[in-house]
């Protein structure tokens, strides 16, 4: 059986939002695999590790250095990378063409991606790629396990969670709590660098998306940098509620 996992490359949480020309830099922002995509990658190989799947693939779209988060994967473990190169920037839909038709031509049984694009803030990805291909839907999974042609485990719904039991082909939206992904050690990281990625052109899916982005906006808000003596901790507390019902706007 062949893996599919879905690596989408986002800006660091942890680094700041830069703006130019009414849209997102990349060009100057830190970029990383998208969390939800990394626990992705994680089951895949752990579903390899356990010998249920032969081959974990990472597919990674969009521009040269996507290749970077594609690189990750591989340092992860996944076996081999393909990069649908272009520069145009789909919407979670029209992606959902060019990852369908990849799992297609690779004949792959089980796709993983992420319940949730950070780039996109979306969760319509997994749904897409599920009604394309005509396959069942797990999303949202917190445990995941295969075996004889079925895919079994639990996913969270409103209520709480519920277990599932799913034949295959499948595809499954991740989330954290699944599993803890790993840290790819130095040796794996240089093998990472002899793995293949195959590249194609995203010309070739003819993916067009139906969204155009006008303008990206930053949300900023100022420091009210207040200092509250705290010689007194009754005062302090005090104090401290009502700045923040009186100024801060939060309700007591």
Do not use: C
């Not at 922002?29 to 998208?34: G, N, Y």
């Not at 990206?216 to 005062?235: F, L, P, T, W």
């Amino acid at each position: 059986m062949k893996i599919l996992t879905v690596v989408r490359q986002v800006p660091d949480a942890e680094e700041p939002i830069r703006l130019r020309g009414g849209a997102v830099d990349l060009e100057s922002s830190k970029l990383v695999m998208d969390t939800m995509d990394e626990y992705g990658v994680e089951q895949a190989l752990r579903l390899r590790d356990q010998g249920v799947a032969e081959e974990v693939i990472a597919l990674g779209i969009g521009p040269d250095r996507v290749q970077d988060a594609l690189r990750a994967a591989l340092a992860m473990g996944a076996d081999r990378a393909i990069h649908v190169a272009g520069s145009e920037a789909l919407d979670p839909v029209a992606l959902s063409k060019v990852v369908a038709q990849v799992a297609k031509e690779e004949q792959v049984e089980l796709l993983l991606t992420g319940g949730q694009q950070a780039d996109w803030d979306s969760q319509a990805l997994g749904a897409a790629v599920a009604e394309r291909l005509g396959w069942p839907l797990v999303s949202w999974t917190n445990a995941l396990e295969v075996k004889d042609g079925e895919a079994q485990g639990k996913h969270d719904v409103d209520a709480g969670n519920e277990a599932f039991r799913v034949p295959l082909p499948l595809v499954v939206t991740t989330q954290q709590g699944l599993n803890e992904p790993r840290y790819p050690t130095l040796p794996n990281i240089m093998k990472a660098k002899k793995k293949e990625i195959r590249r194609d052109s995203l010309e070739r899916f003819q993916a067009v998306s139906s969204v155009r982005l006008l303008s990206s906006e930053v949300q900023a808000r100022g420091r009210m940098q207040k200092i509250i003596d705290g010689k007194d901790a009754h005062a302090a507390a005090v104090a401290l509620a009502d700045f923040l019902e009186r100024q801060a706007g939060v309700a007591g």
